[in-house]
């Protein structure tokens, strides 16, 4: 027979897990930029120049590859560096990577760069799905302006790295 703590630790954990499960918030920004999709894709996957022109995701350790883990550190409205682990788990050219990482139930994400090729050049949307019981004690508003502000620093690095092409041609 159980014990009745026990029981209750066991129904508060059990609601608490549904909760956190049924608990979720999602950020969408998107923006053109006038570039073909491979030129903006050249700038998003190579982790490694992400302290050159990102100012949320300030380092990224590791390289974007199918099924790899990556260290984001990302710079909060405060200034402290949030330490988060994510997996690779889609990686298309010129279309699409995704991570996905956290502690189910807990605090879990799933974020994706979209290109998509439009008129004007290349539709670049950044689209993360967060769930978790965490959700009710973290304030998340930073984070949809945080990835305007990231768009828009896209777009100034993939243009300044066309003018450099530009110049370089004789």
Known sequence: M???I?????AGAAIAALAGGCTQKTFHVETVIAAEPAEVWEV????SSYP???PVFVEVVGDYALGREVLNRVLEPGGEI?????EVTVLEPDRELRQKGGVPGVLTFDHRWLLEP?????KVTQHEVDRGIGLWFWNSDWIEPAYANVNRALA?????LRGSEEQAQP
């Open 2 to 4: 159980l014990r009745p």
């Open 6 to 10: 026990f029981k209750w630790s066991l």
């Open 44 to 47: 998003i996957s190579e982790a």
């Open 52 to 54: 050159d022109w990102n």
């Open 82 to 86: 949030l330490e988060i682990t994510a």
């Open 118 to 122: 439009v008129d004007d050049g290349t």
């Open 156 to 160: 100034d690095r993939v243009k300044l």
